[in-house]
């Protein structure tokens, strides 16, 4: 199969959880839909040509670890895991119900696949460094992926981490942030500017790629990239869309944590076919 047929099949697979995260939010009445959307290219490559993961053993020891920082976009994890085989698609529909593996954010003990509890922004890196660092002094080859939003950029924390990765040459971290420039009260350079994230990355001595993360092909690339590029820490700059395949819900802050009403999902679901 070439690559041309593989990112094909990839868009395929990303139309269709693009339409779970709308159906199990609106069955829920509640979540994170813009990010969740937005994000759900990325989620697509990295379960379907990256993570080395395998359904019937999430618990592996040489997986790759998938570590959610922002967990608030866990819709978009939790239909791309149902894609991938590693629970039925029927339980997307228990989103945010009492005595569901699927809570509102990713709870570890909850479903075994999910790495650690991530709600607070700001504390995913930490606890993927952790990580990282125990695989490397273990001579261990898994691959470590922290998914983070721009909006946690705010936090403190991340930068600590960012140092610590640095300083600790965790070359078998990867950093993907959805720099999508929405949080919960508006546009990120309105509430916190964070200017050009490639730029302080580098500064601290990471490596950095700058993608469109809604191109199949462009996340592709990435992530075959950093599979060569293990000097040191990667981070991959992924310029998103939120609500991504939704018109109506595109770049618009207020779907960042709103659920569609019934003809908002029904005009969401046609313009996802």
Same mark, same amino acid.
């Given at each position: 199969m070439d690559k041309k047929e593989v990112v094909n099949l990839l868009n395929l697979q990303a139309k269709k959880i693009r339409q779970n995260i709308i159906k199990m939010i609106h069955e829920a009445k509640s979540g994170h839909t813009a990010g969740s959307l937005g994000m759900t290219d990325v989620f697509t490559a990295l379960y379907f040509s990256f993570l080395n993961v395998n359904p019937k053993k999430p618990k592996d020891p040489d997986r790759d670890y998938l570590i959610?920082?922002? #967990?608030?976009?866990?819709? #978009?994890?939790?239909?791309?895991?149902?894609?991938? #085989?590693?629970?039925?698609?029927?339980?997307?529909?228990?989103l945010r119900k009492f005595e569901s593996g699927l809570q509102g954010h990713p709870h570890r003990e909850s479903l075994p696949e999910l790495e650690t509890t991530s709600g607070p922004l700001g504390s995913g890196l930490s606890q993927a460094c952790g990580i990282a660092l125990s695989l490397k002094r273990d001579k261990k080859n898994n691959k470590v992926v922290c998914l983070m939003s721009d909006g946690e950029h705010d936090e403190g924390n991340t930068w600590e981490a960012i140092m610590f990765a640095h300083k600790y040459h965790l070359d078998n971290l990867l950093v993907i942030?959805?720099?999508n420039r929405i949080q919960i009260d508006g546009n990120t350079e309105q509430i916190m500017p964070l200017g050009s994230l490639r730029e302080k990355y580098l500064s601290f001595g990471w490596g950095v790629i700058d993608i469109n993360g809604n191109d199949m092909q462009e996340i592709v690339n990435a992530l075959q990239r950093a599979t060569i590029e293990r000097e040191k820490p990667l981070a991959i700059i992924a310029h998103t869309t939120p609500g991504k395949g939704v018109k109506f819900m595109e770049h618009d802050y207020n779907w960042h944590g709103r659920a569609p009403n019934e003809e908002e999902t029904k005009r969401a679901l046609e313009l996802l076919k």
């Amino acid at each position: 199969m070439d690559k041309k047929e593989v990112v094909n099949l990839l868009n395929l697979q990303a139309k269709k959880i693009r339409q779970n995260i709308i159906k199990m939010i609106h069955e829920a009445k509640s979540g994170h839909t813009a990010g969740s959307l937005g994000m759900t290219d990325v989620f697509t490559a990295l379960y379907f040509s990256f993570l080395n993961v395998n359904p019937k053993k999430p618990k592996d020891p040489d997986r790759d670890y998938l570590i959610l920082s922002n #967990g608030h976009i866990c819709p #978009g994890l939790y239909a791309t895991l149902a894609a991938r #085989g590693f629970f039925k698609e029927q339980e997307l529909f228990t989103l945010r119900k009492f005595e569901s593996g699927l809570q509102g954010h990713p709870h570890r003990e909850s479903l075994p696949e999910l790495e650690t509890t991530s709600g607070p922004l700001g504390s995913g890196l930490s606890q993927a460094c952790g990580i990282a660092l125990s695989l490397k002094r273990d001579k261990k080859n898994n691959k470590v992926v922290c998914l983070m939003s721009d909006g946690e950029h705010d936090e403190g924390n991340t930068w600590e981490a960012i140092m610590f990765a640095h300083k600790y040459h965790l070359d078998n971290l990867l950093v993907i942030v959805d720099r999508n420039r929405i949080q919960i009260d508006g546009n990120t350079e309105q509430i916190m500017p964070l200017g050009s994230l490639r730029e302080k990355y580098l500064s601290f001595g990471w490596g950095v790629i700058d993608i469109n993360g809604n191109d199949m092909q462009e996340i592709v690339n990435a992530l075959q990239r950093a599979t060569i590029e293990r000097e040191k820490p990667l981070a991959i700059i992924a310029h998103t869309t939120p609500g991504k395949g939704v018109k109506f819900m595109e770049h618009d802050y207020n779907w960042h944590g709103r659920a569609p009403n019934e003809e908002e999902t029904k005009r969401a679901l046609e313009l996802l076919k």
